[in-house]
Nanobody, 124 residues
């Protein structure tokens, strides 16, 4: 089992920045891929960004490309999502997920473990 705990959400004005953290524990592995997803009220969960834990290659949704950056810190078993130039449409609950394969993919159903989520609210 892998446990994921997100933190760093909050309320920010449009144009502002937030950094989300996802601390992984349990049976983690360098062969995993880590992803960030988000879900706004009344909408389906959507892909935001992903990173291969070992190789470090990344993949972003078009809607966040150039504004968000995913990274990982191996020594702390932590993945980050730096969010800049935030927009009201970025408002959602953000979830961290882990996939027991190294290939990064944007499909929620292909991830095996999920955190509890952290709320991000961007005011206009």
């Amino acid at each position: 089992q892998v446990q994921l705990v997100e933190s760093g959400g909050g309320l920010v004005q449009a144009g502002g920045s937030l950094r989300l953290s996802c601390a992984a524990s349990g049976r983690t592995s360098s062969s995993y891929a880590m992803g960030w997803f988000r879900q706004a009220p009344g909408k389906e969960r959507e892909f935001v960004a992903a990173i291969a834990w070992s190789a470090g290659n990344t993949y972003y949704a078009d809607s966040v490309k150039g504004r968000f950056t995913i990274s990982r810190e191996n020594a702390k078993n932590t993945v980050y999502l730096q969010m800049n130039s935030l927009k009201p449409e970025d408002t959602a609950v953000y979830y961290c997920a882990a996939r027991s394969r190294a290939i990064v993919v944007p499909i929620p159903n292909l991830y095996d473990y999920w955190g509890q989520g952290t709320q991000v609210t961007v005011s206009s």
